[in-house]
């Protein structure tokens, strides 16, 4: 019952911006951190950023932060994560996962439990 799905990934040259989505269905979001995370061929899969589901507080890797902004809408228990500014080194499948936090958040593999299927980033001109 619970899952995650992600959209709004495509081709952007660098310096564009997209802005991907997680739906999320069979949980509330107010119970859960969302991580968005990504992952470029050969390499492993590495954390970006990541907001808890009560007070909204939020955490960046430095690599990404001023650039992306993520963001909740319990409305439509969605997730997004805005993305401007983007290089090539920003090319990757991009996840959104679940974890069981509320208070903080840390974009970490290992505490997310559940897991969507990705959408891909290319950047590139």
């Known amino acids: 019952q619970l899952q995650l799905v992600e959209s709004g990934g495509g081709l952007v040259q660098p310096g564009g911006s997209l802005r991907l989505s997680c739906a999320a269905s069979?949980?509330?979001?107010?119970?859960?951190?969302i991580g968005w995370f990504r992952q470029a061929p050969g390499k492993e899969r590495e954390g970006v950023s990541c907001i808890v589901g009560r007070g909204g507080s939020t955490n960046y890797v430095d690599s990404v932060r001023g650039r992306f902004t993520i963001a909740r809408d319990d409305a439509k228990n969605t997730v997004f994560l805005q993305m401007n500014s983007l290089t090539p080194e920003d090319t990757a499948v991009y996840y959104c996962a679940a974890a069981p936090l509320r208070a903080i958040c840390i974009p970490m593999r290992d505490l997310y439990e559940y897991w969507g299927q990705g959408t891909q980033v290319t950047v590139s001109s």
């Open positions: 069979g949980f509330t979001l107010d119970h859960y951190a």
